[in-house]
């Protein structure tokens, strides 16, 4: 009697179990409130960021460098008529701080921002395209990339690092002319083959960042203006008919690939070892 009596109240209880899961998988969502923004949308793609602190730092010419008035020479034997400077070193403030790139900008984001294939002259197919850089693209183009990347209004808009950004983020903390050793930090004359090389596979700096020298050159804001010595604030400047690049490339050597070496091309330059990598902040 008494089992009875038990498996009957099981049942009933299993039976009210039941219902109520029935009854919640039938209710509605509630409705969101009245008023409540909704949830910015998913980026088009994954990209990973570093935050980096306000400070100050020495631009330009590194503390010992002999080699900063090596790099015009260099660029005009190539038939680059440019007329770059790395001096006066000067005293830079970053005011506030700022996401940027962990990495430079792959062939498979640039692929799903924009919604066609890779311009890149090393073109990668499948996986191999996640990891490496895209290249052979114009300052212009990535003004392109960016006009996309920031019309999905996921809660961020979406830059170029200003010079200033891009060598005080690049330095870490570091006051001489590369992040560290050159072999263990960057791909660099030809040493890996004449081709761009995964991200991320030599040594970071020390705030995180991947590739600040070497494999692909990474375009700024700026445009190409000479230094001043005195100390400056937050500098960017946006007047000129040249854009500069810095960071140095797959094929470029050691004299070049330096922290404090710029390069200054028209914004229709491209070639294949010029990419970018993006700054981030909240709109």
């Known amino acids: 009697m008494n089992r009875s009596v038990r498996s009957a109240g ?54 010992g460098d002999t080699m900063c008035e090596a790099s015009g020479p260099f660029f005009k034997g190539l038939g680059l008529d440019t007329n770059v400077k790395e001096t006066p070193a000067h005293m830079v403030k970053i005011s ?29 197919t499948n996986a191999s395209r996640d990891n490496y850089p895209v290249e052979n693209i114009s300052w212009n183009q990535v003004q392109d990339f ?25 330095r870490a903390g570091v006051t001489g002319p590369t992040t ?24 970071p700096n020390a705030w995180g960042l991947y590739d600040v020298q070497g494999n692909v050159w990474q375009y700024v804001q700026d445009s190409y203006s000479d230094y001043k010595k005195n100390a400056v604030t937050d500098p960017v400047n946006t007047k000129g008919d040249v854009k500069v690049l810095r960071g140095g490339s797959w094929d470029m050597p050691a004299t070049v690939t330096r922290l404090s070496t710029r390069l200054a091309l028209p914004p229709i330059f491209k070639n294949n070892n010029t990419g970018f990598r993006l700054v981030r902040e909240p709109k």
């Open 96 to 124: 506030k701080p700022f996401d940027i790139g962990k990495y430079v900008v792959t062939q498979y984001q640039w692929q799903m921002v924009m919604g066609s294939p890779s311009p890149s002259t090393f073109p990668k």
């Open 10 to 63: 099981f049942a009933l209880f299993l039976a009210s179990v039941l219902c109520c899961a029935a009854a919640a998988q039938q209710a509605p969502a509630p409705a969101p409130a009245r008023g409540a923004a909704a949830p910015a949308p998913e980026p088009p793609v994954k990209m990973e960021f570093v935050k980096i602190p306000a400070g100050e730092f020495m631009m330009g010419c590194s503390m």
């Open 146 to 170: 960016l006009t996309k990347i920031n019309s999905q209004n996921d809660g961020f808009k979406y830059r170029l690092p200003t010079e200033a950004e891009w060598e005080y983020a690049a």
């Open 180 to 203: 560290g050793d050159l072999d263990a930090v960057a791909w660099y004359d030809q040493k890996g083959g004449p081709t761009t090389h995964p991200v991320g596979k030599k040594m």
